[in-house]
Nanobody, 126 residues
Framework: QVQLVESGGGLVQAGGSLRLSCAAS????????MAWFRQAPGKEREFVAH????????YYADSVKVRFTISRDNAKNMVYLQMNSLKPEDTAVYYC???????????????????WGQGTQVTVSS
């Protein structure tokens, strides 16, 4: 079973940038689609970004499109989320998730993923 550990969260001013990392261990990482989700206080968890097993098929929530970039390094068992032009509404706990297969559909729902990290807090001040 793959274990996922997120890092890179923190406090940043609006307009700033952060890079989140997700380290995978304990299983075969490269064969699976990966994604980032987030959950703000009092809100449901929401989809942020998806990437296919081979690094292609990047797909984003409309709210982060253009500002965020998802990537992966299969040799290092890592997934990244580069977040630019951050807004206060991006404040949330960000979770890394492993897909149930190399291709998941739809990529934007939690049920398409089977392993989750513990999350990393991102706080954007205005």
């Amino acid at each position: 079973q793959v274990q996922l550990v997120e890092s890179g969260g923190g406090l940043v001013q609006a307009g700033g940038s952060l890079r989140l990392s997700c380290a995978a261990s304990g299983g075969t990482f490269r064969n699976y689609a990966m994604a980032w989700f987030r959950q703000a206080p009092g809100k449901e968890r929401e989809f942020v970004a998806h990437i296919g097993w081979n690094g292609y098929s990047a797909y984003y929530a409309d709210s982060v499109k253009v500002r965020f970039t998802i990537s992966r390094d299969n040799a290092k068992n890592m997934v990244y989320l580069q977040m630019n032009s951050l807004k206060p509404e991006d404040t949330a706990v960000y979770y890394c998730a492993k897909g149930k297969s190399s291709i998941v559909f739809p990529p934007s729902i939690s049920r398409s993923y089977e392993n989750w990290g513990q999350g990393t807090q991102v706080t954007v001040s205005s």
